[in-house]
């Protein structure tokens, strides 16, 4: 059973992914994995070398996007930049997930792509509550 939290149709998030995780993801038809963990956040933790490693060796895209706390409007920007890139499903990831949807659905919102309403639903369905985050 995955891990990966599905979004929307082309959008899932995860908590922390391995390099075992990234095959799994590429059987999944995801076509691109956006990593918004800093490097060093907690001891033993997969640093972005091996998650980039295994995306190149799956086949699948990787960009590393690092978020700490709440994202900066940079960050936010990257994200859905990359989102609307991306030729195919994308996975996006951080320690439990929140920091990714959070990034994501920010950029959605600012882009008018998606009502709040609509994100915080989305949010909810996949296990996150975003009634905190998004703008009114």
């Known amino acids: 059973?995955?891990?990966?939290?599905t979004v929307t149709d082309k959008i899932s998030v995860s908590p922390q992914i391995t390099?075992?995780?990234?095959?799994?993801?590429?059987?999944?038809?995801?076509?691109?994995?956006?990593?918004?963990?800093?490097?060093?956040?907690?001891?033993?933790?997969?640093?972005?070398?091996?998650?980039?490693?295994a995306a190149e060796e799956a086949g699948l895209g990787y960009i590393y996007i690092p978020v700490r706390g709440m994202p900066t409007p940079d960050q936010v920007e990257a994200v859905r930049e990359a989102v609307d890139e991306a030729h195919g499903k994308v996975l996006l990831f951080c320690r439990s997930g929140t920091r990714s949807i959070v990034s994501w659905s920010l950029g959605q919102a600012q882009?008018?792509?998606?009502?709040?309403?609509?994100?915080?639903?989305?949010?909810?369905?996949a296990g996150y509550d975003l009634s905190g985050v998004l703008p009114r």
């Open 19 to 53: 390099p075992a995780d990234v095959s799994a993801a590429a059987d999944e038809g995801f076509a691109l994995i956006v990593n918004n963990r800093p490097d060093g956040e907690e001891p033993g933790q997969p640093d972005g070398a091996e998650i980039s490693a």
């Open 111 to 125: 882009s008018g792509a998606n009502s709040r309403d609509e994100l915080v639903e989305l949010g909810e369905a």
């Open 1 to 5: 059973m995955s891990r990966f939290r």
